[in-house]
């Protein structure tokens, strides 16, 4: 797919994102807009993924460990065509099947039922662990925070996915350096994210986030690997695409008011 296309792609999820949060006046921007170009490139070039196969498992899947970014990854189901565009005005609704934090019980393309941080990577690593079982060659991938990194869950299953050689396994960290209170550096200090996977001994790809090549050649390299798992090191701005939101920490998990969204959409569409 041309990089054009994929940007194109990537804006309109990055616009819903925007539209969804606004519509709700609840949920979390920043590490939304900050993620959306590595799923975009995975939704559309990587994963087997269609509106036909969503609902079963014999394909590729994807795990959002930092399920609070749950409007980029119903942005992107959409721009797949997996669920309808207009449900997305019904996030965080009452009787709405779009949670707060995404549940797999209710919308087919959602793999793992997350929100609670850090349970994400050991979820995904059991899907991987049962297709070497059950003789299944589709892949599995999974979305972390930097600050979820934070969490000693997240470590016991990179030691497990290394210990059972799950090369089918591709995890993305999306590195933007900020979480709910603050810098990450200042909270605790995860980094070097990347020294640390290789440690638990993890195949390691450190990238830009936002840079099209990188992302397509780290996917590439990732599906080479043999015996180990694999870490994509995404760095990446908080709020990327709309100017008043990038790196700063308060749009973690605020709602722009109407003035906020429409200047927010009017530079998505300038893009």
Partial sequence: MAEEELRKHATNI???????VYHAQSGHPGGSLSAA????????????????????????????SKGHASPLLYAVLAEKGIIP????????MINSKLQGHP???????VDMSTGSLGQGLAAADGM???????????????????????????????MAAHHYHSDNLCAIVD????QIDGKTADVIGPDSIADKFRAF?????????????????AFAEAETVKGVPTVIVANTIKGKGVSF????????????NEEQMKQALAELEAE
């Fill in 14 to 20: 990055r616009k819903n994102i925007i539209r969804e």
């Fill in 37 to 64: 170009d590595l799923l975009t490139v995975l939704y559309f070039e990587v994963m087997d993924i269609t509106p036909e196969n969503a609902a079963g498992i014999d394909r590729d899947r994807f795990v959002l």
């Fill in 85 to 92: 565009e207009e449900q997305l005005m019904t996030y965080r």
């Fill in 103 to 109: 549940n797999m019980n209710y919308v087919d393309g």
């Fill in 128 to 158: 991987a662990i049962a297709n070497k079982l059950s003789k299944n060659d589709h892949r599995i991938y999974v979305m972390m925070g930097d600050g979820e990194c934070e969490e000693g869950e997240i470590w016991e299953a990179a």
């Fill in 175 to 178: 590195h933007n350096g900020l």
């Fill in 201 to 217: 001994g993890w195949h390691v790809i450190e990238i830009s986030g936002h840079d099209y090549d990188a992302i397509r050649t």
């Fill in 245 to 256: 939101m990038e790196n700063q920490v308060g749009w973690h998990g605020k709602a722009p």
